[in-house]
């Protein structure tokens, strides 16, 4: 079946612009994760759901970045006031329940801040 | 914090010699370790996994060891192929969902 996706998968904005980036998970799979991932490093936890709700999201950088999963499938992650700090690639990831599953990851979006 | 450490940062290996990378965690209730691959621009795939109740795990060419006493476990590739080049990383799990990643290995191997 179909994978993670990711949508954008580059985006280029300008400082203190507004982003939304879009995670569509592995139908039936109820956990979802955003990874902030830059370069030479390892991914870097953000946020997690299970189902619709935002488990931990003990990750986030601080409250200019807010991610939400109405319908407890797809996901928007979204960047206030965008930084040049915010530059990275954004990782998604699902799976079939949060306890002891793998995750599969998505392809990222690239965000690249002027 | 929570952390991994994983080293070497970068590796070269002729073709057909094994290749070692090595990830310490500091959580000692860490309780599941996969290995991912990254090819540059791709993303990150899972290869292998190892289980806290469990000192070893092979698939072909790759094998993963987990020493829980000393909150280390190792990648093991044999028999390198250039196809091996990527980046590897390291994840300790701990709880049912935080994972957390090592710095990341660039495998080179060399025909």
């Known amino acids: 079946g179909a994978g993670v996706s990711q949508t954008p998968s580059n985006k280029v904005t300008e400082k203190g612009k507004y982003v939304e980036l879009r995670c569509d998970p592995i139908s039936g799979h109820t956990a979802l994760y955003w990874y902030r991932q830059s370069l030479g490093q390892g991914p870097e936890f953000l946020i997690y759901f299970q189902g619709t709700g935002a488990a931990d999201d003990s990750g986030l950088p601080n409250d200019r970045f807010f991610a939400v999963r109405p319908e407890g499938s797809v996901s928007t992650l979204k960047i206030q006031r965008t930084e040049r700090g915010d530059s990275a690639v954004y990782l998604c990831?699902?799976?079939?329940?949060?306890?002891?599953?793998?995750?599969?990851f998505g392809p990222g979006t690239r965000l690249l801040v002027l | 914090g929570e952390n991994v450490e994983q080293h070497p940062s970068t590796l070269s290996v002729q073709e057909g010699d094994s290749a070692v990378i090595k990830c310490t965690y500091s959580d000692s209730a860490s309780n599941y370790f996969p290995w991912y691959k990254q090819e540059l621009g791709k993303r990150p795939q899972l290869i292998i996994d190892i289980r806290s109740n469990v000192g070893e795990k092979k698939d072909q060419r790759i094998a993963v060891t987990l020493n829980k006493t000393a909150k280390h476990f190792s990648l093991h590739i044999t028999e390198t192929q250039p196809e091996d080049s990527a980046v590897y990383f390291c994840?300790?799990?701990?709880?049912?969902?935080?994972?957390?990643f090592g710095t990341g290995t660039r495998l080179k191997v060399l025909a």
């Open positions: 990831a699902s799976s079939l329940q949060g306890a002891g599953e793998t995750q599969y």
């Open positions: 994840a300790a799990k701990r709880g049912t969902y935080k994972y957390i």
